[in-house]
């Protein structure tokens, strides 16, 4: 018999809540009866009133359960849980059914929850690298002109067009530039930096990789908060798994382009999420704002030219930097007649999910 | 407090130190990653590591105090066991992290920036950890817990004090 996969989620908020012993009480209930699970470390899908949100694969489908305290799992095993069964209380069927995620599109965020976040077999088995093998097939003035094309508007706050910037750091001379992920998500509030962090790492990681290409860069830098402990160490993983898959280090996927990535920790400080500020401390100085212009993407990053973008940003850069594999323009994306699609700051009462492209609960 | 001739227990620390700073020193905008490795061995950033850094790195003492007290990340004094931090940014203060910061410094008798007398906890404050959605919320070392009140924050140190102490 092939063994039960059980989900449950791996992020910060799902562990804040019990989700470690959750699972490990759920492993010493199959053992006791002898039942063959396979427990899998799932993102967390959003839906944090809920977590921890055991899932558990049927023949018909995933069957939720939620919020799951560990002193709920052994009830819950009695009632079923390991043949998905739906007598007990805590049980929710099927999720994506639930109103919050039907009513949802999502594309930054559509594998996060469903897959094992360091899992390369997951990340590639639902489009992930698709965009990178795709950017590999076009001039970097080709990748700039697709980010263009998309729309792709920046999610740090400004809403500046991604692509433009791009497309100066492009055209500026240097033997070095540098790709510079703005982690540093200080605003109370709008953690869905984190969570992309967390759950979906290697999206991060191509985008920032075919940054690179479109630009000339090849080194990397992910400012992250020191606040975050759990995407580091997510981020440092994905970022070993990716390079010894090929796909980060001097020769991507045999393309004979290099991307070196690395994140680097802040310490505390609000204002290094200003880009410029930002710049100072990775440099190792205190982080001060610098005059502008110049502006980062002429003279950035130890003085040369650098992108500098926020992680959503980043993060969406594989599903937009290729005409093949973009969704049909929604209103989002793109349009400036749509400001309140920022990431930052997020108003809305389930923060840092205000920039989906479902009716925002902030639009006027 | 005058300070003796340097002790044995003051060699070994430099020589620790050195370590450290040789392995790092070399990277590109080392001067982060190298305090954040120091505080990582130490639990703080010893004054000995100052002129070290200072030397290695080709800046000024004077720079090198600018930046470890420019981030509030960095001690300068050695912290207790576990470093407990109290989230007071707005959405968990929503949710009621003034009740539970207020519960937290009256349990461990200490004001933030301060260790508890037996050495177990050192208390301070944090500005959002990403938990928002099921605060207030607190960070024990490494650990993020969530939906903290009194008595889960009695529960949970409890448990941290019952843990044998390691011997370094
Ligand atoms: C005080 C201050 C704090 C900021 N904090 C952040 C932040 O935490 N994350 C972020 O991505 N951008 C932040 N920004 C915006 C950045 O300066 C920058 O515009 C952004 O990272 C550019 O990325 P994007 O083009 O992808 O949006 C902040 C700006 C200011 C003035
Ligand atoms: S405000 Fe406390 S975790 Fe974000």
């Known amino acids: 018999m092939m063994a039960t996969t059980i989900y449950v989620p791996c992020d910060t908020t799902a562990r804040s809540l019990g989700a470690d012993a959750v699972a ?75 109103p919050y995620l039907a009513r949802q599109q999502r594309l930054t965020f559509s594998r996060i929850g469903l897959t094992d976040p360091l899992s390369l077999e997951d990340y590639t088995a639902r489009q992930g690298f698709a965009g990178l093998k795709q950017a590999l097939a076009l001039t970097p003035q080709g990748i700039v002109d697709e980010v263009k094309t998309s729309g792709l508007r920046g999610r740090g706050g400004a809403a500046f067009p991604t692509g433009i910037k791009w497309q100066t750091v492009h055209d500026t001379p240097a033997a070095q530039k540098y790709i510079v992920c ?30 690179g290409l479109a630009v000339g860069a090849t080194q990397g830098y992910i400012y992250l908060r020191s606040e975050y402990p759990l995407a580091q160490a997510m981020l440092d993983e994905a970022i070993v798994r990716a390079e010894a898959a090929g796909y980060l280090g001097d020769n991507i996927l045999d393309s004979g ?52 973008n926020n992680v959503l940003s980043l993060a969406a850069v594989p599903l937009f930097s290729t005409r093949a594999a973009r969704p049909t323009p929604t209103t989002a994306w793109a349009s400036p007649a749509a400001p309140w699609r920022c990431s930052w700051p997020a108003t809305s009462p389930v923060a840092g999910w205000s920039s989906w492209p479902s009716a925002p609960p902030c639009a006027s | 407090m005058s300070h003796p001739t340097p002790q044995p ?13 040789d392995q790092h020193a070399a990277r590109p905008g080392a001067m982060l990653p190298l305090l954040h490795a120091i505080q990582a061995q130490h639990g703080y950033i010893p004054d000995a590591a100052v002129p070290m850094i200072a030397e290695a790195l080709r800046h000024t003492r004077a720079e090198v105090h600018g930046i470890i007290s420019f981030y509030h990340h960095f001690r300068t004094h050695p912290p207790g066991r576990h470093v407990i931090q109290v989230c007071r ?68 140190t409890a448990q941290l004090s019952a843990t044998v102490v390691e011997v370094k």
């Open chain 1, 24 to 98: 490990a009480r759920l492993t010493r209930a199959a053992e006791r009866l002898g039942v063959d699970i396979q427990l899998k470390r799932n993102g967390s899908r959003g839906l944090f009133w809920l977590e921890p949100l055991v899932e558990v694969e049927t023949a018909t489908g995933r069957v939720a359960y939620g919020p799951v305290a560990p002193t709920d799992v052994d009830a819950l095993v009695d009632a079923g849980l390991f043949e998905g069964r739906q007598e007990h209380d805590l049980a929710l069927g099927d999720i994506e059914a639930h």
């Open chain 1, 182 to 211: 703005n982690a540093d998500e200080g605003d109370s509030g709008t953690f869905a930096d984190r969570l992309v962090m967390e759950c979906d790492p290697f999206m991060l990681i191509e985008g920032m990789t075919i940054a």
């Open chain 1, 257 to 308: 382009h290099a991307f070196h990535l690395e994140v680097r920790l802040g310490a505390g400080a609000y204002i290094c999420g200003e880009e410029t500020s930002l710049l100072e401390s990775l440099e190792g100085k205190r982080g001060l704002v610098r005059a502008k212009p110049p502006l980062p993407a002429i003279e950035g990053l130890f003085g040369q030219p650098t992108v500098v």
């Open chain 2, 9 to 21: 227990a003051d060699t070994a620390l430099a020589a620790q130190l050195q370590a450290v700073i």
């Open chain 2, 89 to 156: 940014a707005e959405a968990c203060q929503a949710v009621g992290a003034r009740a539970l910061e207020a519960h937290v410094k009256s349990a461990l008798g200490v004001d933030y920036h301060e260790t508890t007398a037996d050495r177990e906890f050192t208390l301070e404050p944090v500005y959002c950890l990403g938990n928002c959605a099921c605060g207030p919320s607190l960070r024990v070392d490494d650990e993020i817990h969530g939906r903290m009140d009194a008595a889960g924050f009695d529960r949970l």
